[in-house]
């Protein structure tokens, strides 16, 4: 190994081991109160070296965000199955994805937060590698997504007139917001209204399939 490959290979495991820190330190109770310092403490690196890999406090959210869609990818890809209809494979993703946000929690809140970070800092023109990185390995989960969609059109189990990626997107979208709901209030809609957890989703399934099957003639 070069000296040269050598340094890069330092650089990356240096990086990681401090998205790693930051993990536990976000992760914590009141993570987002966290600081710098306290990245730096868990990491058991000097201030000075942390803001060599990361620039804010914000690039680290975008580099565990990186990694939550990692997740995300990994598991929609495990999921795909070409013997299946589009129609069939589009729920199994979305099913994916509640699982995701039911098995790692604190990335499906990390996510959250990178998705709009990335969305803002473009809009601004902010140039950040980790931004540039949680976008398009956000991109790659959209995009399996889209694929789906489009090959559904194709075999004529989701309606013809839908846009893919503006589906994919409002799919997406309410996804997130249904998560989220359940979260937040699924203990209140349980003990208050006698909704179980499992019938919100089942619920919602429900409806984003009756919203993508075709309806009537193209």
Known sequence: MGVAERKVREKQRRLNDILDAAEEVF????GL?????DV???AEVSKGTLYIYFKNKKSLYLGIGARANAVVHEMFQSVLDDSK???????SLVDAYYEFSQN?????????LSDGMTAK????DIDDPLGQQCQESGMACAN????????????GTICSRLNPFL????????SNGVITLIKVKGEHLKNMMGISVESVWEEFRTMIRRALEPTGPS
């Open 104 to 112: 790692y929690p604190n990335y499906f809140k990390i996510k959250s």
């Open 121 to 124: 800092a473009f809009q601004e």
């Open 27 to 30: 992760f914590a109770a009141d």
């Open 85 to 91: 209809s589009g129609i069939e494979q589009m729920m």
């Open 40 to 42: 730096a403490k868990k």
């Open 167 to 174: 589906a994919t997107a409002l799919v997406w979208a309410q």
């Open 33 to 37: 109160q966290a600081s710098m310092d």
């Open 144 to 155: 399996i997504m889209c694929s789906v969609m489009e090959r559904g059109i194709a075999d």
